[in-house]
């Protein structure tokens, strides 16, 4: 049920990192967010680790509080990675894509368009766009999920349909016979449905690994009967091994029921390594990033823990009385993590320094301890792989990659080069040419 | 009236060049049309010529007999312009993008990332699209005029206030004082019209130019109208003379009407130059080009001419008897320029070869030829630029580089080098960030 080694995906955003403070770390060059050679820079460092892919998450709004922080996604998707495409070999290149708010012929234009640019190693994370103020950027509102995900298979399989409609040996280009293509095996799709349609053929033909790969993000009913039917990877947000490994069988669960093999579809549990030669180190460099955001969090941070906490303790860990009175909160799966730190006897800033309050699990220490999170997680069925965020791009990915990857690699859960030239190789995903033909109600 | 030196930018499309069979030209790569580093090398030799710009055509569907025919486009315009921005530092890169299959802030934010890339060099060819291939591909049908020129004019609009929604000087990076932004000088638009709407703001601070700048191409009464609105320069096709003044006049009247100066309005023609050593020489880069495509065009040229013409004649002069017939066609501006190579007794194969029925005039012979043409335009007020198209862009940018552009240096026609890093610098275009404030009903 788990393959023998897992797979590594990084996070790519603002060009300074994943933490709202990178963009002013020390070392970073604040004009960075329009600095696209920095990104190539950043993905190349990837690549010499490694990493199966660059995962661009994307919304269609600004949002965030830009006095203090630097808005959290690249400029935009699509151009990032074409620049990083021609400056790297090897690393896949994931881009997400809204369904609602884009036309499946041009999603495919440019999607197919970024495989063939990257010699095959393009994917697509296909998202509905959940958040008013994407809408409100294209004079909409959102729309129940019902739509939106009706939408959402259209959308995929009409790309997915242009994707094919070169046939995989069309491309004559015989100058001697003079003979470009062979235009029966360049055919129309006509495929609709309620809310889109096309008729193709798209003006590209196959990528050396076919056609670009489907990701998708996020669960739900609708979102897991998306993922199982044409999902090769599944980008998780889970914060406990026993949370991971009941989102990766739901997934698995729903590509069976798409008559696929659950082996087809990677689950990707998220991490947000705080890494420093020593425990006190890792968590000084979060407490520097923290210094503008921390005073703000620790209300939640209460209330994670059901208690009133002020601002005023910042550099007190919780009293004996407090941890007395502590409540975890139900609703937010980070807060059992946040008391077993805090009854470490951590302050409050410390215990924020922690990553308690981060998107995703946070491994505090040398190497050693984010390879061991990697492994457990790893060996417990949690995930196939993971997909990194790294807090300060400028100085952190190499952090991992010279010191978090080798240790990976001698315990050989990690590999030791790229399995081929495109991201379906380094995915270990089937080939797939087209609709995938198994999927036997094309109209949904 | 004239400006004192013309401006040359240069087509850019499927990897070839311009003539359909530049596929299998000899040195010609038949798998350029997927190949992005050609169309790096072929920014680069123009970059050497100092074009002002590329200028990307683009429809949204394939289209051409691609049994012997290469397509006519690059795959994707701005994946294409994205890889050129990151190998070459002074030339334009002007995409087409429709404004009715595309939604505004999807154009806004590609177009703008892309100017952000490329340091200032964006611009944007803003097309209603008016192909009705390209409308099944969204499942759609063509609108009419008065429709898609409405939502072209509300695209336009909405696009440039999200181009001006960061105040200049809204991003401040300040690290030490760690304020990334002036959030008060980032400002929601909350613009909508008939067609479309958007609440902004872009997530994009301005680029070294400001904003994108905005091309337009074709005419009619509609066209003309969004020229003189928005344009900074238009591409046009033209045969002759004094239709290129008569389109230039219209174009510059359109501008005063919208409260412009017409100076801010360059005018392109096009030119597809024949150059060999000779004129021999030309001739038979031509014929060798042809040699596929004459024959399916002898009716054609036969109709032009008013006459039965017959494959079998290829090889063949006009006979007194025909010349004696002809009724130049009034339908095609291209008739009196075949007939008047027609009447210098060259064989059917010849008057094609001289580009007579190609889509924009043919200075056929060595380089003085184009240069002369060039010249006699420039001077005629016929156009403030040429747009270039290269028959097989392998050899053909080079000599034109090579050959033309020295000729035109020498008589003072054509700059030295660039003006500035920026295509507004280059194509002589007043600053503009956001909305023009001289429209005077931005809802049209
Ligand atoms: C790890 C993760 C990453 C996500 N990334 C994006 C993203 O980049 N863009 C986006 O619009 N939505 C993203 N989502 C949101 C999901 O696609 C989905 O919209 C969300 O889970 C809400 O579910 P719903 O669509 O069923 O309302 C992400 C979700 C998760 C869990
Ligand atoms: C030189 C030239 C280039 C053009 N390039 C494009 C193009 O790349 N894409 C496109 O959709 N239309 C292109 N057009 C078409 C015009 O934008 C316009 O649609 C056409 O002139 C028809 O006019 P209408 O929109 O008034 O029907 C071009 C027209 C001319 C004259």
Known sequence: MTHSQMILGMQLGNGYGSQPAAWRAPGVDPSNYTDFDAQVRYAQAAERGKFAFLFLPDFLALSGNLDHEAPQLTLEPMLTLAAIARGTQRIGLVATGSTTFNEPYNLARQFKALDVMSHGRAGWNAVTTSDPASAANFGRQIAARPQRYQRAHETIQIAQALWGSW??????????????????????????????????????????????????????????????????????????????????????????????????????????????????????????????????????????????????????????????????????PRSPRALEVAREGWTIREVLAHGVIDYHPTPVGPASVTADHLQEWFEAGAADGFWVSIDVYEDGIDTFVDEVVPLLQERGLFHLDYEGPTLRENLGAPAQYGLDPRLTDPAR
């Not at 729903?254 to 425990?279: Q, W």
């Open 167 to 332: 046939q995989p040996d069309a491309w004559l280009k015989d100058a001697a016979a003079g003979r470009f293509a062979d235009p029966g095996k360049i055919q129309p799709i006509n495929l609709g449905g309620e809310h889109v349609a096309s008729q193709g053929p798209l003006p590209i033909p196959p990528s050396e690994q076919g056609q670009p790969v489907i990701f998708s993000a996020g669960g739900g009913d609708y979102g897991l009967e998306l993922a199982g039917r044409y999902a090769s990877a599944v980008i998780g947000a889970v914060f406990t091994i026993e949370d991971a490994r009941a989102q990766r069988e739901a997934i698995r669960d729903a590509a069976r029921r798409a008559g696929r093999n659950p082996e087809e579809v990677k689950f990707f549990a998220g991490v947000m390594p705080a890494i420093g030669p020593t425990k006190r180190a890792a968590l000084d460099r979060r407490v520097a990033l923290g210094e503008q955001t921390f005073p703000a969090r620790v209300p939640y941070l209460g209330s994670m823990l059901g208690l009133d906490l002020e601002v005023a303790q910042l550099d007190r860990p919780l009293s004996p009385a407090q941890l007395a009175a502590v409540r975890p909160s139900p609703f937010d």
